[in-house]
């Protein structure tokens, strides 16, 4: 079966530091990888998703990046975090050969705290 | 632009009530819905979806309704427990968008035993 792994579960981090988010997927080969955030009394927003190794497309500009260094691995990180980069990062993926009959699954997610 | 809008935050409900959380969305391309269900400091677990090609999925205490022409899907929970007391999302896919989700907000169902 799939699973999918995220660390660290939490993270406090100050202004200006870097970040870096790591997620791994198990069970699978050339899935779709996604990022999500959760920031405070908001929804989950799509940040950046890959279809393949180096291949990532970017939603929203913003002070992150993601990087995808192989098949299973989808990383997320910052140069300087800002306090707005405070939230819940979840990291999902998808079965390409099922993207139109299965849902996402998700990750238990990172929560940062940036002060 | 909030493509997919939950206007109630929070809803409170009995015991074994139903529970009708609501859902309504602007884009004419989304062609798959679906339901989440987040407790605090996890990720969404997956409840049920919907194809736009339907009007109505069902699984157990869950069923979920889409009114394409009102742009509007809910989810009902029948009986409600208190185990179901979560935040719920709700989540559409645009067709051909290699499965980026658009959230809406979410709504904070509390079930009083």
């Known amino acids: 079966s799939q699973t999918i792994h995220q660390w660290p579960a939490t993270l406090v981090q100050p202004v200006g530091s870097p970040l870096s988010l790591e997620c791994t997927v198990e069970?699978?080969?050339?899935?779709?990888l996604y990022w999500y955030r959760q920031a405070a009394g908001r929804g989950l927003q799509l940040l950046f998703y890959?279809?393949?190794?180096?291949?990532i497309s970017s939603e929203v500009p913003q002070n992150l990046s993601a990087s995808r260094p192989q098949d299973r691995q989808f990383i997320l990180s910052s140069k300087k975090l800002l306090l707005s980069d405070s939230g819940f990062y979840l990291c999902?993926?998808?079965?390409?050969?099922?993207?139109?009959?299965?849902?996402?699954?998700f990750g238990n997610g990172t929560r940062l705290t940036v002060t | 632009d909030q493509q997919v809008k939950q206007n109630s935050p929070s809803l409170s409900v009995q015991e074994g009530r139903i529970s009708i959380l609501n859902c309504d969305y602007t884009?004419?391309?989304?062609?798959?819905f679906l339901w989440y269900k987040k407790y605090p400091a996890e990720g969404p677990t997956f409840l049920i979806s919907?194809?736009?090609?339907?009007d109505k999925n069902e699984d157990g205490r869950f069923t979920v309704f889409l009114n394409k022409s009102a742009k509007h899907l809910s989810l009902h929970i029948v009986p409600s427990q208190p185990g179901d007391s979560a935040v719920y999302f709700c989540?559409?896919?645009?067709?051909?968008?290699?499965?980026?989700?658009?959230f809406g907000k979410g709504t904070l169902l509390t079930v009083n035993p």
């Open positions: 999902a993926w998808t079965d390409r050969g099922r993207l139109y009959t299965s849902p996402l699954p």
């Open positions: 069970g699978t080969s050339n899935p779709n």
């Open positions: 890959s279809v393949g190794i180096g291949q």
């Open positions: 884009n004419s391309m989304f062609d798959y």
């Open positions: 919907i194809s736009s090609i339907k």
């Open positions: 989540a559409a896919r645009e067709r051909g968008s290699n499965y980026k989700l658009t």
